[in-house]
């Protein structure tokens, strides 16, 4: 599976963006999506999470009501819609696959196999 994430830039607070995640290679019904987000000096930070199965979704406290995870299953692409950004939401923003998660553990980077270049998000107070 290969994973190539786009959309990042330079944002005002309060402005939009959306990122990509385009896959490619076997991202079965088994896969969860996954989009992570590092700031500097900081761990990796679950954002939001899209089971394709069903496709189902889930979100950090942090982003819940301003993002919007989604897919486009013609296009093979995850789409991470982020509004009302925040300075805090300053990131590099990753997306990530990982097969067969549970509920449990979607939340954890490390149970992603998977994962594309970094895209920056850079939003401006």
């Known amino acids: 599976v290969q994973l190539q994430a786009s959309g990042g830039g330079l944002v005002q607070a309060g402005g939009s963006l959306r990122l990509s995640c385009a896959a490619s290679?076997?991202?079965?019904?088994?896969?969860?999506m996954g989009w992570f987000r590092q700031a500097p000096g900081k761990e990796h930070e679950f954002v939001a999470v899209l089971k394709t199965s069903g496709g189902s979704t889930y979100y950090s406290d942090s982003v819940k009501g301003r993002f919007t995870i989604s897919r486009d299953n013609a296009k093979n692409t995850v789409y991470l819609q982020m509004n009302s950004l925040k300075p805090e939401d300053t990131a590099v923003y990753f997306c990530a696959a990982g097969a067969g998660l549970i509920l449990s553990s979607v939340w954890s980077a490390t149970n992603y196999a998977y994962w594309g270049q970094g895209t920056l998000v850079t939003v401006s107070s």
């Open positions: 290679g076997r991202t079965g019904s088994r896969f969860h």
